[in-house]
Structure formats: structure tokens, C-alpha cells
């Protein structure tokens, strides 16, 4: 136990003498302070003590509302898991290049602990710097909450162990990266790059989502207006009175719609095809954005969503991005997590039995 | 002598890297409890990848032995070994006496004990006014001192040390010699692994002399020269032709930087062999200005190890690759 106190001491120190590690924290406060000092009244936005008339309003949604919104949107989803993550990758892509540097294994392999056990320590140490940075961010912004908002809400905590999952996603591919090539630098740029590869993936599906959606909507509707001037079609040839004209016009276009119909459906076809493709290359991989957005469903429920956007959706784009929404938040958290998880155990596994192997 | 009287007793240790490079060819090796050990040898004999696989850093291809009583590799059995390897990097943001610390916490040493001995550690390096500067502001001789302060943290039972004097002034280095005596005198056994061949010859109760990835001398430094042992005897002027009739071990040669007097040389360890030489100068009234008995040093002996018997030159330095 004292060696494993001793790492985490001795990562905890290397933090410390890091600049980076201060400049993000102090950087952390900033963005917190600068929730700290936009509000919201009945006209729009205040900053500082200057009015601002914005949409945004107290009419449009409570205070509680927008610091929760601040929260998720700013601070958790772009700070967090954009600027502050880049950041901490700078800082951590070191670690396992300099650990199993030459000279400084020699120093701890040679001491009586077991190699897996220094590798999943070291690599949990990798993990305290953006525990610290999330949990002074998080504690600063439930104060701003409290204090500004009036609502204490203790799940803005949530947001400590999301982010550190999410961070190491990323960082045990840094760590892999790390002990096999054992350059920061080719370790740092090739995690960048998997990230985005992941992004990428995740960007695919989401847009190949919503496009099915929107693809199904269309379908219904044509559906609906084929259903409907068939009606008319049947009405029109049972009359007493044959109006051949109407009738022409009326076959032309159901002809039309059907045609429209077989399209859309294979559109459709080809759109689910394609959504179950990225989506099973997706299931494989972590998924970044969907763990940070648990925060997002957590704090911000579909009531408050529906209550913003503030009336029915009209258009079939509306209700496609509706059901984009309502189908994106009600995937199990479990699946998120689970198959993230079990594609950072792989990686680890893998890390680590090339490093329990290695010869240094 | 048991078994358990060898700190380390290795057999048919081999280790071959990728690409068939024979590092390690099957070494035979003992080190006795309490004994300075000095491992010698050219670059890339195998020296640093023997050390690494006793200390769990290199994986051996085969292996057989044992150190401190238990089978090479086990990791429980190095909480009693200390190690300070040949260029080691401590981290650069601890002072000397967090390095200790933090050291010894790995090396399973208890928080109030390692705390105290720091402190002895310390001031038996000479270190302890720099114990609260980060080790990035310490020289090179500094950083060896503390290097081997943290080998001994956890007053191990074997301490390996790889060119411990690397870097290392001359009263250091003589600092440095008194700590490894103290150690065996406490019983402790000391692996030393170094090219300064004169200061192993100074501290080191045997050598082994590893070339190519195989032992070649093994032994004390006294039985390793015995084959050398000689005696030389300066005279003043040349050597009449009849001294050395009919003493086949007997020879001349002049002296490098004087001209007027001449060695002659006898071959053999027992003092009975100069005798009679002397008994033929001394009837001849030939001055005799000295006479003393001789062995090769540690150099001579390691430069006959490392040369080539057929081709009188030193064997080319690095691994043997796979000669099949």
C-alpha cells in the first residue's frame, strides 16, 4: 500500500512542478468566474451591471435553467471536454514515454513491486490530474449554482467521474502509444488523432441518425398524402359524376407519389443500412461525447427541452430532430459506459502485457 | 561450499534479443556472501544486460540460479537488494532526500525508518547540506551520490552497483571505496560493475571477466595473476651472456628511460627462483639495485582476456550474432 501511496505522492509532485497543470486550473477559475458574472433578467442577458436584451430571458427560461445550460454547454461540453481535455493530454502524453524512459525504469522495476500493478498505478496517476482539475471545477461551479442560480444541485458533481472516464478513453491510448513508441510527441499527436477519428465517427453517426430520421418523416408524410389522394382517387371514380380530368390528375399524381415513395424508402433502406454500419464500428469504440453528454442528461431533463423549444415541432425537420434528441438521450447509459469501458480495458490489457514483457 | 553461502549463484544464463543477437551465451557465475564482486569486460560484453536480468529489468532467454536464496526474477527477493543502475534518471523535481524517500517507499522500507535513514544516508554521502535542493541543480558526482544513497535505503543484503563512480571526483571516488568496505565489513555483498579497472583491483575480492557474452576469468585477483607471478631484479649495466645461462625461466630487457641499467626477469611465484641469480651477480660484483616480486596488474589481466590468442588482437566489441 505504501508503494502505491508513493506513486501517488510522487505524481502528485510531478503536477505540482508542471506549469501546465496551474495554468489549466487557474484558467478553470476564469471560466467559472466568468459564469459568476453573466445572468440573466426579464429583458435578456446581464453582464457585470450592463443589460444586454437578448432572447434569452427569465420569459424564455428560469435562472436555475441557464446556469444549468452554462454548465453543460460551456463549462462541461467545451471546456472540460475540449480546452481543459487538449490540455491535460499535453500534460499527461509525458508520463509512460519518461516512466519507461532508459535510466528511470531501471530505478523502479528493480524494486520489489510487479510490473502490472506499476502500470495500472502509474496509469491511474495519469488520471489525478483531471480528477483534480474537474473536481475544483465542478465545486466552483455549484457555488456559482447555488449562489447565482438559487439552485443546489449536488449532481453538477457527476460531472468529476464523467470527465475522468472520458478523459481516459483518451488516455489509455496515450499510455499505449506511450510504451510502445516512447515518444510524447508521436504518443501526444497520435491520441489527438485518434480522437478525432472517434469524433469523426461519432459526427457520422449522429448526422446519419438524424438523416434517417428526417428520411422517415419524409416517408410518413408521403405516405400520408399518397393515402390521401387515393382516397380522393377511389372518391372521385365511385361519384355518380365522372370528372375523367380530375381523375387523370389525380392518378398522375399518386403515380407521382409512389415513384416519390420508392425513393424515399430506398433512401431510407440505404440510410439504415449505412446508420448500422457506423454504428457498429461506433459500438467498438469509446464513446467521448455521449459520456460527457450523461452530464448534460442528468442535470438538463427532455421537459426542460420541450418547454424551451415551446410548441409542437411543425416540419418534418423539427420532428426528425426531435426524435434525433429523444432517441440520442434514451440510449442506456450502461451501453455508453459498458462499451467504452470494455475498449479501455483492451487497450490497457494491451499496454500492459507489452510493458510486463518488455526488456527495458 | 553450499549453496546458501552464494549471495548469486547463476547457471547457463542466455539471453538472445531480437534479430539473433546473443547477448548472454550461457553464463556460469558465483558471488559469495559478503564479498566485493567486481564484473569486468569490454563494451558490449553483456555486463549491463546481466545486471538488468538479476534485477528484473531484461527478461532472460534461459535461466538457471538463484539470488539471495530465491529463483532470479523474484520480485519479493529485491526489497533486499539495492540497485543503482549505470544511467539512471531520478525525477528531476524531488530534492536528494525526497528521492530517498520516495525509493525507499518502493522498495517496501517503512515511513519512520526510511525517514531516519535518509539522514544517515545522507551524511554518509556527503549530502546532506544539498538534502532540500532539487537533484535538476546536482552535478554529476552529486546525483551518483545520491544515486547510491538510495541503493542502500532499504539496507539491502546485495547492492548492485553499475559504474557507481561514474562522474565521480577523485575524494568522492575514494568516499565511494570506503562505503563498499564498510558494507562488506557488515557482512553485506557488493556486485560492482565498472571500467575503472584500478578501482575495482583496489576493493574487489574477485572478478569476473565477461566477454562476448560468456564468463572468461573467473576467480580472485591473487589466483587469476598466479600464472604472472614474477621476480625482477634491476642491475646496474648489461647483463654478462652467462647470468642467464641455465635458468630457463630467466630473461633481460632494458629499462624504459635508462639506458645504463637492465631487468632481469624470473618467472615463478616461489623466492628460491631469484636465488641463485643472485648469488651469479652478486660473484660477478654486478650491482643490484632492486629486487622485488611482481604480478600482473588487473589491466594486464584484463587485456588477455579481451585479446584474441590467434590473432593477438582485442576481440571486436558488442554482442555475437548468431553464427549458425
New interface residues.
Given amino acids: 500500500m505504501?508503494?502505491t501511496?508513493?506513486?501517488f505522492?510522487?505524481a502528485y509532485?510531478?503536477l505540482?512542478?508542471r506549469k501546465l497543470f496551474w495554468i489549466t486550473l487557474i484558467l478553470s477559475g476564469v471560466v467559472v468566474g466568468a459564469f459568476a458574472l453573466i445572468g440573466i433578467n426579464e429583458q435578456g442577458l446581464r453582464i457585470i451591471a450592463w443589460d444586454l436584451p437578448a432572447p434569452i430571458n427569465t420569459q424564455f427560461m428560469s435562472e436555475s435553467a441557464f446556469y444549468k445550460l452554462m454548465f453543460v454547454n460551456l463549462g462541461v461540453g467545451f471546456w472540460l471536454s475540449w480546452l481543459a481535455a487538449i490540455l491535460a493530454l499535453v500534460s499527461t502524453a509525458s508520463i509512460f514515454p519518461d516512466f519507461v524512459?532508459?535510466?528511470?525504469?531501471?530505478?523502479?522495476?528493480?524494486?520489489?513491486?510487479?510490473r502490472w500493478r506499476l502500470f495500472l498505478t502509474k496509469y491511474a496517476t495519469g488520471l489525478l490530474f483531471v480528477a483534480l482539475q474537474v473536481a475544483v471545477f465542478s465545486a466552483a461551479a455549484f457555488l456559482v449554482l447555488g449562489f447565482r442560480g438559487g439552485t443546489w444541485e449536488p449532481s453538477v458533481f457527476l460531472a468529476i467521474p464523467l470527465v475522468v472516464l472520458f478523459f481516459s478513453y483518451l488516455f489509455c491510448v496515450c499510455a499505449l502509444l506511450g510504451i510502445v513508441t516512447r515518444s510524447t510527441i508521436a504518443a501526444l499527436l497520435l491520441t489527438l488523432l485518434f480522437w478525432f477519428v472517434i469524433y469523426g465517427v461519432h459526427t457520422t453517426e449522429s448526422t446519419l441518425l438524424l438523416f434517417k430520421f428526417q428520411s422517415e418523416q419524409q416517408v410518413k408524410s408521403i405516405n400520408q398524402t399518397l393515402e390521401h389522394e387515393s382516397q380522393i382517387l377511389s372518391q372521385l371514380k365511385s361519384a355518380e359524376e365522372l370528372n375523367q380530368q380530375s381523375i387523370d390528375r389525380f392518378e398522375s399524381s399518386v403515380a407521382s407519389s409512389q415513384e416519390k415513395l420508392q425513393s424515399a424508402e430506398k433512401t431510407l433502406n440505404q440510410l439504415s443500412v449505412a446508420h448500422r454500419i457506423t454504428m457498429g464500428i461506433k459500438t467498438l469504440l469509446p464513446k467521448t461525447t455521449e459520456t460527457i453528454g450523461l452530464v448534460d442528461r442528468k442535470l438538463v431533463n427532455m421537459d426542460e427541452i420541450r418547454h424551451m423549444t415551446d410548441e409542437t415541432p411543425q416540419s418534418d425537420m423539427e420532428r426528425a430532430q426531435m426524435e434525433f434528441v429523444e432517441e440520442v438521450r434514451d440510449r442506456s447509459p450502461w451501453w455508453i459506459i459498458g462499451t467504452s469501458l470494455l475498449f479501455e480495458v483492451f487497450v490497457l490489457v494491451l499496454a500492459g502485457w507489452i510493458f510486463s514483457?518488455r526488456?527495458? | 561450499m553450499p549453496a546458501s553461502d552464494y549471495t548469486i549463484d547463476l547457471h547457463d544464463v542466455q539471453k538472445t534479443y531480437r534479430g539473433r543477437v546473443h547477448a548472454l551465451r550461457g553464463i556460469e557465475m558465483r558471488v559469495h556472501r559478503g564479498e566485493i564482486f567486481g564484473l569486468l569486460g569490454p563494451n558490449g560484453a553483456g555486463k549491463s544486460t546481466l545486471v538488468k536480468i538479476m534485477m528484473t529489468v531484461v527478461k532472460p532467454t534461459r535461466i538457471k540460479g538463484t539470488m539471495l536464496g530465491k529463483p532470479i526474477g523474484d520480485k519479493a527477493t529485491l526489497a533486499r537488494v539495492g540497485y543503482l543502475p549505470e544511467h539512471h534518471r531520478m525525477p528531476q523535481y524531488l530534492t536528494g532526500r525526497q528521492v530517498l524517500n520516495y525509493y525507499g517507499a518502493l522498495a517496501k522500507v517503512d515511513r519512520t525508518h526510511r525517514s531516519r535513514r535518509a539522514d544517515e544516508l545522507l551524511a554518509t554521502v556527503g549530502m546532506t547540506d544539498w538534502a532540500n535542493k532539487r537533484i535538476n541543480s546536482y552535478s554529476k558526482g552529486m546525483l551518483q551520490r545520491i544515486g547510491l544513497a538510495q541503493a542502500l535505503i532499504n539496507d539491502p543484503d546485495l547492492v548492485v552497483l553499475d559504474e557507481p563512480t561514474d562522474g565521480v571526483d577523485p575524494v568522492g571516488r575514494r568516499e565511494i571505496r570506503d562505503v563498499l568496505t564498510q558494507l562488506r565489513d557488515q557482512g553485506k555483498t557488493v556486485f560492482l560493475n565498472s571500467h575503472l579497472l584500478s578501482e575495482l583491483e583496489m576493493v574487489c575480492d574477485r572478478v569476473s571477466i565477461l566477454v562476448q557474452g560468456q564468463v572468461s576469468q573467473q576467480g580472485t585477483i591473487h589466483e587469476l595473476t598466479a600464472e604472472s607471478l614474477r621476480y625482477e631484479i634491476d642491475i646496474e649495466g648489461a647483463v654478462p651472456p652467462d647470468v642467464l645461462a641455465g635458468i630457463a625461466s630467466a630473461r633481460s630487457e632494458p629499462i624504459a628511460g635508462n639506458p645504463s641499467r637492465t631487468r632481469i626477469i624470473l618467472t615463478g611465484a616461489d623466492p628460491a627462483v631469484a636465488q641463485p641469480m643472485i648469488d651469479r651477480l652478486r660473484q660477478r660484483q654486478i650491482t643490484i639495485i632492486s629486487v622485488r616480486p611482481m604480478r600482473e596488474s588487473l589491466e594486464d589481466l584484463f587485456m588477455r582476456a579481451v585479446t584474441d590468442p590467434t590473432t593477438g588482437r582485442s576481440r571486436p566489441p558488442g554482442a555475437v550474432a548468431n553464427r549458425k
Fill in positions: 505504501s508503494q501511496a508513493a506513486i505522492h510522487d509532485r510531478e505540482n512542478a524512459s532508459t535510466g528511470a525504469i531501471d530505478m523502479v522495476l528493480s524494486k520489489p513491486i510487479g514483457r526488456d527495458f
